[in-house]
């Protein structure tokens, strides 16, 4: 449906300034896509992204957000077994909601099996790397990831980290300057 497509759009935005007021529009929005068509699984994958990332930066309560996130990725692949993305989001919640990397890694081969040029997918799957001490390697994804999706900010900032923990302290200073630019 063309109208849950773009509050799906609008959602993911918010989503990506990463505040939580654009957390709270975020799920407003995707919850509206939603009201409009209950099988759309990019939305309940974002929604996912947004509880998620509520308790990472400790906006909502673990224990109330990992089981809100897990549900809506849940639903997001029941409804489609084969999004990279959702696919990806798992292997991410595994490594840092459940503690398995193992898991983590499965998840994070099968959707670059999926969709091996994905920028959210390279995105995710370089925070794995990260994770293991392979910044070499998690560079080189984050990087073609920016390549792939110049425009988000979220892809700017991992890299830009990644460089720092790396000590390539010009490379981390431009891309920090290119999240603000974002």
């Given at each position: 449906?063309?109208?849950?497509?773009?509050?799906?759009?609008?959602?993911?935005?918010?989503?990506?300034?990463?505040?939580?007021?654009?957390?709270?529009k975020a799920i407003g929005l995707l919850e509206q896509s939603l009201d409009i068509d209950?099988?759309?699984?990019?939305?309940?994958?974002?929604?996912?992204?947004?509880?998620?990332?509520?308790?990472?930066?400790?906006?909502?309560?673990?224990?109330?957000?990992?089981?809100?996130?897990?549900?809506?990725?849940?639903?997001?692949?029941?409804?489609?077994?084969?999004?990279?993305?959702?696919?990806?989001?798992?292997?991410?919640?595994?490594?840092?909601?459940?503690?398995d990397l193992a898991g983590a890694a499965k998840q994070f081969e099968h959707a670059l099996?999926?969709?091996?040029?994905?920028?959210?997918?390279?995105?995710?799957?370089?925070?794995?790397?990260?994770?293991?001490?392979?910044?070499?390697?998690?560079?080189?994804?984050?990087?073609?990831?920016?390549?792939?999706?110049?425009?988000?900010?979220?892809?700017?900032?991992?890299?830009?980290?990644?460089?720092?923990?790396?000590?390539?302290?010009?490379?981390?200073?431009?891309?920090?300057?290119?999240?603000?630019?974002?």
């Amino acid at each position: 449906d063309p109208e849950a497509y773009t509050l799906y759009l609008q959602g993911r935005h918010f989503s990506s300034q990463g505040s939580t007021e654009g957390y709270q529009k975020a799920i407003g929005l995707l919850e509206q896509s939603l009201d409009i068509d209950q099988h759309y699984a990019p939305a309940w994958s974002e929604l996912h992204r947004v509880y998620a990332n509520q308790v990472s930066f400790r906006q909502l309560d673990p224990t109330e957000g990992n089981k809100k996130a897990r549900e809506a990725l849940d639903k997001a692949l029941e409804l489609d077994p084969e999004d990279a993305i959702a696919h990806s989001r798992l292997g991410w919640f595994k490594m840092n909601a459940e503690g398995d990397l193992a898991g983590a890694a499965k998840q994070f081969e099968h959707a670059l099996t999926l969709e091996s040029g994905n920028a959210i997918v390279l995105a995710n799957a370089a925070i794995l790397l990260k994770a293991l001490g392979r910044l070499e390697q998690a560079i080189a994804l984050e990087e073609l990831s920016r390549q792939r999706d110049p425009l988000n900010p979220t892809s700017s900032w991992n890299l830009a980290g990644t460089y720092l923990l790396n000590r390539q302290f010009d490379k981390a200073e431009a891309a920090y300057r290119n999240v603000l630019l974002l």
